[in-house]
Nanobody
């Protein structure tokens, strides 16, 4: 069992920054890639970015490239999503997931409960 818990969501004005954290634990946690997805009201869950277990490889959706950065702190067994230059269209519930390095939700077996990010203009 892998427990995934994300935090750090909140309300921020357009152009601002926010950092989300995702802590994962469990006997099967080691070796998993970690990813961030988001879901806005009335829309499908979409890929944001993913990072390999080692932190050496990362992949991002075109909509967030240059603005969002995923990083890992192995010592703390935590992954972060640093969001800069936020736009109102970034408003969504953000989910952290553990699985294989991919862009599709189906490849991730473990999910957090989600954290709300709201960007105002």
């Amino acid at each position: 069992q892998v427990l995934v818990v994300e935090s750090g969501g909140g309300l921020v004005q357009a152009g601002g920054s926010l950092r989300l954290s995702c802590a994962a634990s469990g006997r099967t946690f080691s070796g998993y890639a970690m990813a961030w997805f988001r879901q806005a009201p009335g829309k499908e869950r979409e890929f944001v970015g993913t990072i390999s277990w080692s932190g050496g490889y990362a992949d991002y959706a075109d909509s967030v490239k240059g603005r969002f950065t995923i990083s890992r702190d192995i010592a703390k067994i935590t992954v972060y999503l640093q969001m800069n230059s936020l736009k109102p269209e970034d408003t969504a519930v953000y989910y952290c997931a553990a699985g294989i390095f991919a862009r599709t939700p189906g490849e991730y077996a473990y999910w957090g409960q989600g954290t709300q990010v709201t960007v105002s203009s």
